[in-house]
C-alpha cells in the first residue's frame, strides 16, 4: 500500500513536469495550447529517461524529434501555399489561463493517459507518453514519426517495454 501511495505521488509529480514542458514547447514554437506533439517533446525532457530510451530502442535518435516536428509545421504551411517563418515565442505563463488548456490532439492523448493508469500499476513514466502517441494514427505528432521513418507499433512496442523495465526499476 505504501508503495502504491509513492507511485501515486511521483506520477502526479511526473504528470505536472509533462504539462509545463508541454505548455513551454508550445509556447516557444509560437502556440497557446499545446498539442500531442509537445507533450511528446515533454517526455523526451523528463528526467526518468524512459522516453528517449524507447526512441533508442528502434534505433531513433530521440535529438532529431524537435526538427522532425518543425519541419511538419513548415510543410504544413507550404500545402497551403504561405511560404512565411513559423511563429516565435508567445507569452509566458503568467498570461496562463486557470483551467488547464490544451489543443484537441492534446486533449485526446492526456485523456488516452487517464484511462491507461487506471490499469496500469507503477509510477508515470515517459514512454508511457510515447506509447499513446505512437498509438495516435492523424496529427502532427503521427507524421512527425512517419517523417522520422519509424514504425509507430514498433515504437508503442518498444516504449511499453521502457516503461515496464522503468517501472520495475522503481519498485
Known sequence: ??????????????????????????????????GAEHFLLAALDLPDGSARRAFERVGADPAA???????????????????????GATATSADRPSLY????????LMQALARSRKSQSGPLR??????????????????TLRALQLDAMQLGVAARAEAQVAG????
Open 1 to 34: 500500500m505504501f508503495q502504491q501511495i509513492r507511485d501515486r505521488f511521483e506520477s502526479m509529480r511526473t504528470l505536472r513536469q509533462l504539462c509545463t514542458g508541454a505548455e513551454n514547447h508550445a509556447r516557444t514554437q509560437g502556440q497557446s495550447a499545446p
Open 65 to 87: 524529434v524537435p526538427g522532425a516536428i518543425e519541419q511538419q509545421y513548415r510543410d504544413a504551411l507550404q500545402g497551403l501555399g504561405l511560404d512565411a517563418p513559423l511563429p
Open 101 to 108: 488548456q490544451a489543443q484537441p490532439s492534446g486533449q485526446e
Open 126 to 143: 515517459g514512454a508511457h507518453v510515447v506509447a499513446l502517441v505512437a498509438d495516435m494514427p492523424l496529427g502532427v505528432a503521427a507524421r
Open 168 to 171: 520495475s526499476k522503481a519498485s
